[in-house]
């Protein structure tokens, strides 16, 4: 029996939807409490939260030109990643969408291309990387040092230290509790602090914000070449400010008056101490303002 243009299309279009169809993941693999995972994916979505048993579960998606998801190792080393076939023409799905639940204690280093990184809930050591992905981490981990391109990253909540560096991208801190470092070409950046003992934030064309305590003996570096300076500090810090700009205006609502650093010159600088004056706060912009304000 002849089959009619009807039904050929249907088995046409049956046929494409086979070939780009997404293929399910779903492992489980015995791990340790403080694991170190390894992850390398290309694009997709990656999503990672802490969980208290001593396995890790992988589920989602993986595009259809993936040869495999590559998983490796248990107890204290994980690692996953796709197995991408080295050439093949036309339009490739190497897509991965990800969940992943691992113990809390676990440790990651994570790499991607195009790929969001979303983490939650751990307390362990985080290294994520990505270069036109976003970054996001929520929990209390011991530190994070997160890497983007083009993608934003935005963490909240670490116990000790944290480490953010993008381009073009944003960056956004809160709850950061000891060490901070921060910085962005032309993206902005905001830190929202509890007390900071060292704080290394600068930017090229993007503003700066830090709000938080200083612990004793802190030091707070911010530098910027064209974005503007906000400061806001405890009405009671003690701390020695050394603020300057060279085209830019400096105001500060803890006293001290500026003044031109030259009469052939527009650079101003301000110097002036609170309190003990323990703490040292340091602030360069080229072309921005900066202000000091209380909390």
Request: hydrophobic share 40%; net charge negative.
């Amino acid at each position: 029996m002849k089959r009619n243009a009807f039904t050929w299309m249907l088995l046409a279009l049956a046929m494409v939807a086979v070939v780009h169809a997404e293929r399910s993941v779903d492992q489980t693999i015995p791990a340790d409490p403080q694991v170190e995972i390894e992850i390398e994916i290309v694009s997709g979505s990656l999503r990672i939260s802490g969980w208290d048993r001593n396995e890790v579960h992988i589920r989602g998606e993986i595009g259809d030109d993936v040869e495999e998801l590559y998983v490796a190792g248990r107890g204290s080393r994980i690692s996953i990643e796709l197995d991408i076939p080295e050439r093949r023409f036309g339009r490739v799905e190497i897509d991965a969408d990800l969940e992943l639940r691992v113990p809390f204690g676990a440790r990651l280093d994570v790499e991607t291309v195009s790929s969001g990184i979303e983490v939650e809930g751990l307390t362990g050591r985080l290294d994520l990387s990505t270069v036109s992905g976003s970054i996001e981490v929520s929990g209390a981990p011991d530190l994070v040092d997160a890497e983007s391109v083009s993608g934003s990253i935005r963490v909240e909540g670490a116990r000790t230290a944290i480490v953010a560096e993008s381009v073009s991208g944003t960056v956004t801190v809160e709850g950061v509790a000891d060490r901070i470092e921060a910085s962005s070409v032309s993206g902005s950046i905001e830190v929202k602090a509890s007390t900071v003992t060292r704080g290394d934030l600068e930017s090229v064309s993007g503003t700066v914000l830090f709000e938080g305590g200083l612990a004793p003996n802190a030091r707070l570096d911010v530098s910027s070449h064209s974005g503007s300076v906000r400061l806001y500090l405890p009405s009671d810090v003690s701390a020695s400010f050394d603020l300057s700009t060279f085209s830019g205006n400096v105001d500060s609502e803890f006293g001290g008056t500026a003044r031109r650093e030259s009469r052939h010159a527009p650079g101003k600088t301000m110097d002036f101490v609170t309190g003990s004056g323990s703490a040292e706060v340091s602030v360069e912009s080229f072309s921005g303002n900066v202000s000091i304000r209380k909390q």
